[in-house]
């Protein structure tokens, strides 16, 4: 294997993948981080877009910080081919995919991201989860 992607998500989700062969993409509303979900907002209204979801796979191998973040009876750890996993999903209509960049917030103050690299930052500190991809999907109005 060229490498991996992991998917810290619960069991409920992998029973749903495996039983329908899909993996599904999340609004950000939903999402308990929410730094991410407000920039995703943003790139969302600015870009005009009707619709954005996305998807994080951390490349970190599973450890015990991720445990502790995600510590439950029902997290599950999925591991993907990273090659596969990727061709399979940037062949998608309307779905972006880049590594995420972590930055301090004073480094993004001073040099300002464009407004397509917001769903790709994230503030230094969750750099420990290694994300190393995050797919978008996009549909326009």
């Given at each position: ?20 062969k899909r993996i599904t993409l999340i609004s950000p509303e939903k999402w308990e ?109």
């Amino acid at each position: 294997m060229s490498g991996f992607l992991n998917r810290f998500t619960t069991l409920p989700v992998l029973i749903d993948m495996l039983a329908n062969k899909r993996i599904t993409l999340i609004s950000p509303e939903k999402w308990e981080d929410r730094n991410d979900a407000y920039y995703i907002e943003v790139f969302k209204n600015k870009m005009k877009y009707n619709t954005v979801l996305g998807i994080c796979f951390s490349s970190a191998k599973e450890t015990f910080h991720h445990w502790k973040i995600y510590a439950s009876e029902f997290w599950v750890c999925i591991e993907f081919d990273k090659d596969k996993l990727i061709d399979a999903i940037i062949a998608l209509h309307g779905v972006k995919s880049k590594v995420v960049s972590y930055k301090w917030i004073m480094d993004a103050r001073k040099d300002k991201p464009k407004i397509s690299d917001l769903p790709f930052l994230k503030r230094k500190p969750y750099e420990d989860e290694e994300e190393s991809e995050l797919y978008i999907l996009i549909s326009h109005k």
